[in-house]
């Protein structure tokens, strides 16, 4: 076998003469085998034509393969032997996974490579799979703590698929065919965007020669365009009135792309933020205030493109006084450095959920696999932990500043017409808004 070959930190490194890259991490102290399979291909590629293509064509790759041709023989092939095997679509990446005692790992490879390299899509498996996905869709709009993170994504990245709902839309996936699902398997899933990451007590040598041996015959081609994020819109508020006992609130701003230096800074302003019991957000609108249930904040990255989001439920009555509460929050962030002892608290935090997450083998699959996509290189523990001992209060109050300004929040809520009212008037009196459907 022919290939680029190189040894790094903790992992072994190859890309087959496809371009797949394969990274193997020997971890003799287990007893499984994770593997993740990357694919650089998601909603963000799609149109408003095939919307939703990216979710169906994962759904459709366990309905059936080559050599076994139903789902059943796909799930048991894998949990007769107490594995387990799943798949996820997101915005940029398609993963496959599947966890399995080491002596079985060369099966669950080969099931997997199977639904990439044979799939058989029926007809029949598109029509019955069509009305799950759309029941899928229609749960998703009855749930307001779901939904109100789709419309803020809307207000983000308008008339852009990173803003759409990575499911679809209901009359595309009516109108899917195995003809268009093919299409796109075959112009999306190219080799040179997919990494296949394995943890666990193996030889990374015979692990890399399955790899290319159950994977090196697919075809090179070119990756999809994918269209540059969209600058923000003018519309910065987005009330859905919905008869509930509950209001649904997101309040947003954009951050950064995946690369961009001021990642891990944003990271750590969002865990003093919002990130777990012991942040601002839960102890101060929750624990102290008792306003909300459900408080937190999250960011996300792109290759491109990223945000910042804080989520709220709480009763309606309550709406006011939960923006504001919120924005208050923001607005110490931005005037006020972060105590060092809090800071310190964070940054164990932040090192200590990364360092558990790699502490088993599907951890350390997933996170060789998704470093080597959108990075092209694996950082290790030590190199993240360094970066995060590297950000002080300074830095988290200039990207405070930088991207959480006021007249730059984008607002989504869901709930009773008399909450929404009361949450517009403090959130943008003089900004458009729109009354979604």
Aim: aromatic content about 6%.
């Amino acid at each position: 076998m022919s290939g680029s070959v190189r040894r790094d930190l903790d992992h072994h490194h190859t890309t087959l003469p496809n371009g797949i890259r394969v990274l193997v991490a020997e971890m003799p102290e287990t007893r499984s085998v994770s593997m993740a399979i990357y694919v650089g291909i998601g909603s963000r590629v799609e149109t408003k034509n095939d919307a939703g293509t990216s979710h169906f064509l994962e759904h459709m790759l366990f309905k059936g393969t080559a050599k076994r041709p139903t789902a059943a023989d796909i799930s048991q092939e894998i949990e007769s032997r107490g594995g387990v095997v799943n798949a996820s679509t997101d915005k940029e990446v398609t993963v496959f996974w599947s966890r399995v005692p080491a002596r079985h790992y060369l099966v669950a490879l080969d099931v997997v490579a199977d639904m990439l390299r044979a799939p058989v899509l029926r007809a029949t498996d598109v029509e019955s799979e069509r009305r799950v996905i759309v029941e899928e869709l229609r749960m998703y709009r009855d749930q307001p703590q779901d939904r109100v993170h789709t419309l803020v994504d809307e207000l983000l990245y308008p008339r852009h698929p990173l803003g759409w709902e990575v499911a679809g839309r209901e009359d595309v996936v009516l109108g899917m065919t195995t003809d268009g699902l093919r299409a796109f398997m075959q112009r999306g899933y190219a080799p040179s965007r997919t990494v296949v990451a394995l943890a666990g007590p193996i030889r990374a040598d015979e692990a890399v020669l399955a790899v290319a041996e159950a994977l090196g015959a697919l075809a090179p081609r070119d990756p999809p365009p994918v269209a540059p994020a969209t600058k923000p819109g003018k519309t910065r508020l987005k009330l859905l009135g919905k008869r509930a006992e509950q209001t649904n609130l997101c309040v947003a701003w954009r951050g950064v792309q995946t690369q961009h230096p001021d990642k891990y800074a944003i990271d750590m302003l969002n865990a003093v933020l919002g990130e777990g019991m012991s942040s601002r957000l839960f102890l101060e609108l929750r624990e102290k205030r008792g306003l909300a249930y459900d408080v937190h904040s999250y960011d996300a990255n792109y290759a491109d493109a990223g945000h910042i989001v804080v989520y709220a439920g709480f009763a309606p009555t309550n709406g006011a006084e939960v923006l504001a509460a919120v924005l208050r929050e923001i607005e110490r962030l931005r005037e006020e450095p972060v105590p060092d002892s809090e800071l310190e608290r964070v940054r164990d935090f932040a090192k200590g959920r990364l360092e558990l997450r790699l502490e088993d083998t599907r951890g350390v699959s997933g996170w060789l696999a998704a470093q080597e996509l959108f990075l092209g290189r694996v950082r290790s523990v030590d190199e993240v932990c360094a970066i995060i001992d590297g950000i002080g209060p300074s830095d988290i109050q200039r990207v405070a500043r930088s991207y959480l300004q006021p007249d730059q929040a984008f607002v989504a809520a869901i709930g009773p017409r008399s909450s929404l009212v009361a949450i517009a008037a403090p959130a943008a009196p003089a900004l458009e808004m729109e009354i979604a459907s």
